[in-house]
C-alpha cells in the first residue's frame, strides 16, 4: 500500500509498505478513506520534535472504513465507517475512566509512564505508525474508534479526528464562562476551531493573533477580533479590546513553531531577545535540514507564550495546546507567577470529546468542513505537504483523498 513514510529530519518520501495486520486481539484494521495534515507532522519534519524513528507512517489524522477486528473488539464490525482518535486509549484503566483518555496506562508500548501514545509520534510515543496511507492498524480499536453518524461526511469528520478535539478541550481548560474575553494565539486549524470552541461555550468577544491574512480573514468570518503582529504590538491591542485590563483567558494553539515579529512595533523587543531566542531554537531544534523556504523551524518557540502571559489580566487564565516537546526547558515562569496566572495545559483526550463533537456536527450546531481549505490526492501528498509548510495563502487545512 501507499503511505508517507518520515525517513530524516528534511525527508519524508511516499512509499510502497506492506499492508496492517491484525497484531492483538484488540487491534482492528481500518481501509483509510480520507487523512489530513496537521501542524503536529511538521514539527517531525523541522526537527522542532525529536526521537522519530525512521521508517515510521506519519499522520494521526483519519475516517474509514472497518475491514477486520480482533477477537477483544466487540463494539464494532467490518463495514462500520468511523472516525480515528489522534490519541490511542484502552478506556478501561484509572485515567481513560477519568476521562484522561491522552494518558492511558496501557496504550503506550514504553510503559506507563511514557504518557500519551499517538499515531505516527516519535519514540516516546510508541512509536505507533500513522494514518497518511491506504491502511492502519488500530490499536484498543474498541476505545479508538468512533462511529460516524449518519449526515456527517468524511470532511466533516475528518476534523474531528482531532483539531476540533484539541480546541475544544482547550477552550475546556481555559474555563470559559459567559461574557470572557479570550485571546487564540495562533489562528491556523487548531486556532480556527479554538475560536469556534470559544464562541459555543459563551465567549463575549474572541481576539485572534497571527501574521497571515488570510488565517485573520478566516477567524474575522467568525465574529473574532483579528490582530496581525506583523503591522501590530499584540500586548498594547489586546489591551485596547479589553479595556486596558488584559483578557480573561488565552489559548496557546501555536506552540514550539512559533514566530517572532520580524516588522512594526512588536519587532524591536524581538531584536533585545534575538540571543535568547536563538538559546531556545538550539534547544529545541539540535538537527535542523531546511529546503529552500521548506522544513525551517520557528525563530522564537516561547513568543506566543510570553505575549499570552503579558495580555492576560491580573489572575487570569492561560490553556497550552500548541505542541511542545520534552526539551523545550524554557519558560517565563516568573511573570506568570507575579500575575497569578492559572495555567493548564496538555494532549488533547480524544475520545473523551469525539463522540460530542459528532453530534454537534450531525445537528448541525457547526460544520466543521468550513476550517478545510485544500482537497488533494494521496500522489500529491509532498507537494501538499510543502504548500502547508509554507503557509502559503489558502492552505489553512489539508485533507488528503486516499
Known amino acids: 500500500m501507499k503511505a508517507l513514510v518520515w525517513h530524516g529530519v528534511g525527508n519524508i518520501q511516499l512509499d510502497n509498505v506492506p499492508d496492517p495486520q491484525i497484531e492483538q486481539p484488540g487491534d482492528a484494521v481500518i481501509r483509510i478513506t480520507a487523512s489530513a495534515i496537521c501542524g503536529t507532522d511538521l514539527h517531525f519534519i523541522r526537527g522542532t520534535f525529536s526521537d522519530m524513528q ?25 463495514g462500520d465507517r468511523v472516525v480515528v482518535c489522534s ?5 478501561v484503566c484509572p485515567p481513560c475512566r477519568a476521562g484522561h483518555t491522552a494518558q492511558c496506562d496501557n496504550a503506550n508500548p514504553n510503559g506507563p509512564e511514557a504518557g500519551t501514545c499517538f499515531f505516527g509520534g516519535p519514540k516516546a510515543t510508541g512509536p505507533v505508525n500513522g494514518l497518511q496511507a491506504e491502511k492502519a492498524r488500530i490499536p484498543f480499536a474498541a476505545n479508538t474508534l468512533v462511529k460516524i453518524p449518519d449526515g456527517v461526511t468524511d470532511e466533516q469528520a475528518i476534523l474531528i479526528s ?13 474555563d470559559i464562562t459567559r461574557g470572557d474575553i479570550v485571546v487564540v494565539f495562533g ?5 480556527q476551531f479554538a475560536i469556534a470552541s470559544a464562541l459555543l461555550l459563551g465567549a463575549a468577544r474572541v481576539i485572534a493573533v497571527d501574521s497571515h491574512e488570510d488565517r485573520l480573514a478566516m477567524a ?33 494553539a501555536v506552540g514550539v513553531d512559533s514566530q517572532h515579529a520580524h516588522h512594526g512595533p512588536a519587532s524591536a523587543e524581538a531584536e533585545e531577545k534575538a540571543d535568547k531566542f536563538a538559546q531556545e531554537v538550539a534547544q529545541v531544534a539540535p538537527e535542523t535540514h531546511p529546503q529552500h523556504d521548506n522544513w525551517i523551524p520557528g525563530d522564537a518557540p516561547t513568543q506566543a507564550l510570553e505575549w499570552a502571559i503579558a495580555g492576560l489580566k491580573k489572575a487570569g487564565r492561560l490553556s497550552i495546546i500548541g505542541v511542545y516537546p520534552p526539551t523545550a526547558e524554557i519558560f517565563p515562569i516568573g511573570k506568570a507567577m507575579n500575575k497569578n496566572l492559572t495555567i493548564k ?49 489558502g492552505w489553512v487545512k489539508v485533507e488528503l483523498e486516499i
Open 54 to 78: 525512521p521508517g515510521t507512517i506519519l499522520g494521526h489524522e483519519a475516517v474509514g472504513i472497518v475491514e477486520a477486528v480482533g477477537d477483544e473488539v466487540r463494539n464494532f464490525t467490518p
Open 87 to 91: 490519541t490511542v486509549s484502552c478506556g
Open 162 to 174: 482531532d483539531i476540533f478535539p484539541t480546541a475544544w478541550f482547550g477552550a475546556e481548560l481555559a
Open 187 to 191: 489562528c491556523g486549524p487548531v486556532g
Open 220 to 252: 474575522r468570518r467568525q465574529g473574532a477580533f483579528p490582530i496581525n503582529f506583523e503591522q501590530e504590538d499584540p500586548v498594547e491591542v489586546i489591551k485596547k479590546l479589553t479595556g486596558g485590563t488584559g483578557a480573561d483567558c488565552a489559548i496557546d
Open 345 to 393: 495545559m496538555g494532549n488533547c483526550n480524544h475520545h473523551t470529546h469525539i463522540p460530542y463533537l459528532l453530534e454537534l456536527t450531525r445537528t448541525g450546531a457547526i460544520d466543521p468542513a468550513g476550517v478545510l481549505t485544500n482537497v488533494e490526492p494521496i500522489e500529491k501528498v509532498m507537494e501538499a505537504y510543502e504548500a502547508f509548510d509554507r503557509r502559503e495563502a
